[in-house]
């Protein structure tokens, strides 16, 4: 079937079958290798992207139910080489080791805080709102404490990229 | 082995009224279209390579008809697709029926609460589906249609055995209706996991008292130990006696009611948890439910965006 979607702000067009996992489509028929596919059971959120400003996992989103709808990846968050402040936050205070949770945690918070800030304006999460937020996120490797602190040090202060 | 995408047809109807006589046509004598809302359990199971189904019919696109949380004089109704995330939104749900949503909080995480009906949590059928015993507490109604007209069944009789619904292939679940409580009374949740957040419960608890300086009217249910969610109706009518006098500290009553649930449930192994390990739980959650409901809310209501 037919399925178009917008995707990064870019239009797509697709023509594969209906039951095709969100994932699959955007990860081989798009080339977005973003998402990444952790558990196909809906338990890790390695697939994690964000669907009409909701985030939701992938790989159990049968492609005909985002028909028209506007997705974003992680490859949607910076604008080319430059990073969100959550990104720079993540690459300073080590929330990121191998990687393969860091697309899926990105989207989560970044929704998160999207939503919050529309609720609540000004005020800021605290850590057991955050840890809410991305229950849904398994990571191997952090052991969580880096990646609170990265959304944390992320919403205090606005780190400085370090470039030279 | 892994689903394969081509294998399945699915059909999107773009209304109701269109999905309806769809079913009607092709599900009359026989399920021969599943439906399909948001995925969240049939997508597992597809992706496991243990979907049965071959034909899917797609009532996502019927969102907009069907996700309406509506409060009246009476109570609220609330639409079979209004997602786990919408319902713990609703200040209403929030302000009178509390039980469902610390329930809609503890499903999943924040992406399955996004998708996941309650609808499709019904239909389900999970003995571990935790709105379930909150629904059963509050004495629910279903709204139940096809394209002949609507029906209306207490959710306990939907129930009739292991996924044994009252429920026929050319039907859909339309909403959930749920009558104010009396003013003053308890509201008592509590959902026993291996971890908070995205864990399916090895048991879960919900139930509501009324009365002052005794029981007025009781209900508890629980879920995971049993082929269904259950009432646990030997547990209520011990409870409801005026010699038990409120607030409960005779520990004879305690140890009764810790007793009589014993009665009520039928626990067994599985993966996620033990026999003996749903039996001793339940008991705890009986004597907690009994102890701490006179005090402040125990339900921990967040502000969550
Ligand atoms: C990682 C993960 C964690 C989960 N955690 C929990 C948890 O903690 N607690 C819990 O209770 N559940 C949990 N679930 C299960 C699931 O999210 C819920 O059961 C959810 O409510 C299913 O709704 P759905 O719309 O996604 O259903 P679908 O998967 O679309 O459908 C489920 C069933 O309901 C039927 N159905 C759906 N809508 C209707 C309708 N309107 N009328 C008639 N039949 C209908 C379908 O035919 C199907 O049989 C979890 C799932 C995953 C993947
Ligand atoms: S791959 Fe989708 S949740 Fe794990
Ligand atoms: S950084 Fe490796 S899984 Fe999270």
Redesign the interface.
């Known amino acids: 079937?037919k399925i178009q979607f917008t995707v990064n702000k870019k239009k797509y067009s697709l023509d594969?079958?209906?039951?095709?996992?969100l994932l699959?489509a955007l990860r081989n028929n798009l080339g977005l290798t973003g998402a990444k596919e952790g558990c196909?059971?809906?338990?890790c959120?390695a697939c994690?992207v964000i669907v009409d400003g909701?985030?939701?996992?992938s790989?159990?989103?049968?492609v005909?139910?985002v028909?028209k709808s506007t997705i974003k990846t992680v490859e949607g968050l910076s604008s080319g080489e430059n990073l969100t402040v959550l990104q720079e936050s993540f690459t300073r205070f080590g929330g990121a080791q191998c990687g393969i949770c860091t697309p899926g945690i990105l989207l989560?918070t970044q929704?998160?805080l999207d939503?919050?800030k529309?609720?609540?304006g000004g005020k800021v999460p605290g850590e057991?709102?955050i840890r809410?937020?991305?229950?849904?996120?398994l990571c191997r490797c952090t052991g969580y404490t880096k990646i609170f602190l990265s959304v944390k040090k992320a919403l205090r202060n606005t780190p400085r990229p370090e470039r030279n | 082995m892994r689903g394969i995408a081509s294998e399945i047809k699915i059909l999107s109807p773009k209304n109701l009224k269109e999905a309806l006589q769809f079913l009607s046509k092709e599900n009359s004598s026989k399920l021969h279209w599943k439906v399909l809302a948001g995925a969240t359990d049939l997508a597992v199971e597809f992706n496991a390579g243990k979907l049965k189904h071959h034909q899917l019919i797609n009532i996502w696109p019927l969102r907009q008809e069907l996700n309406k949380i509506k409060f009246s004089k009476t109570g609220v109704t609330i639409g079979a697709m209004a997602t786990f995330t919408e319902i713990q939104n609703d200040l209403g749900i929030n302000k009178y029926f509390p039980n469902l949503a610390a329930a809609s909080r503890l499903v999943g995480g924040v992406q399955i609460q996004n998708r996941g009906t309650i609808g499709g949590n019904i239909a389900n059928a999970s003995p571990a589906g935790d709105s379930l015993p909150a629904l059963l507490a509050y004495d629910a109604l279903l709204n139940i249609q096809d394209s002949d007209g609507s029906r209306k069944i207490p959710i306990t009789e939907f129930y009739r055995g292991y996924k044994d619904l009252n429920l026929f292939p050319r039907e859909l679940i339309v909403s959930v209706e749920i009558e104010f409580k009396k003013h003053g009374t308890r509201h008592y949740f509590r959902k026993v996991g291996t971890r908070q957040a995205q864990a399916i419960s090895k048991v879960v608890a919900a139930g509501t008292v009324q009365g002052k300086t005794s029981i007025q009217a009781v209900t508890f249910c629980l879920g995971s130990v049993g082929p269904t969610p259950l009432r646990c109706e030997k547990l209520e009518k011990y409870l409801t006696c005026p010699e038990v006098e409120l607030p409960i500290r005779d520990r004879s009553v305690i140890d009764g009611a810790r007793q009589t649930v014993t009665l009520d449930i039928s626990p067994q192994d599985d993966i996620r948890s033990t026999k003996s390990y749903r039996l001793f739980a339940s008991q705890g959650l009986v004597e907690d439910f009994l102890t701490s409901y006179f005090r402040p809310s125990r339900i921990f209501i967040k502000d969550r965006p």
């Open positions: 079937m594969v079958s209906p039951m095709t996992r699959d196909g059971e809906g338990e959120g994690s909701e985030v939701v996992n790989c159990l989103i049968p005909c139910q028909q989560a929704n998160f939503l919050w529309k609720k609540k057991a709102e809410e937020a991305l229950a849904g996120n």
